[in-house]
């Protein structure tokens, strides 16, 4: 069964910067879209940003808009989160998702990572 993979997580200070990746085994999900959504203590899981299979469309969730930046490398089929100027209320557990269309909910994903957490530091 194809699988998504997060890495890159950690603590950082507040104003500091991480990269997430997403890997997905062989070619699989290479043409989906894929998208990260955030979920912090005793909140919903929430759309942070989405690219398109071909990366030439983005969107982001206002939250992180100006401050993340989603790419993906279809070579190696990874996806990426750059994530700057971080704040205490970015911390969470950050997913990668999949899915054949461009979509901010997470009903329109069936294919999920296992998670990895972003904490920051005030």
């Known amino acids: 069964q194809a699988q998504l993979e997060e890495s890159g997580g950690g603590l950082v200070e507040g104003g500091g910067s991480l990269r997430l990746s997403c890997g997905a085994s062989?070619?699989?999900?290479?043409?989906?879209?894929r998208a990260w959504f955030r979920q912090a203590p005793g909140k919903e899981r929430m759309f942070v940003a989405v690219?398109?299979?071909?990366?030439?469309?983005?969107y982001y969730g206002d939250s992180v808009k100006g401050r993340f930046t989603i790419s993906r490398d279809n070579v190696n089929n990874t996806v990426y989160l750059q994530m700057n100027s971080l704040k205490p209320e970015d911390t969470a557990i950050y997913y990668c998702a999949a899915a054949p269309f461009m979509g901010r909910g997470t009903n329109e994903y069936r294919a999920w990572g296992q998670g990895t957490q972003v904490t920051v530091s005030s």
């Open positions: 062989g070619s699989a999900f290479s043409t989906y879209a």
């Open positions: 690219i398109n299979w071909s990366g030439t469309q983005t």
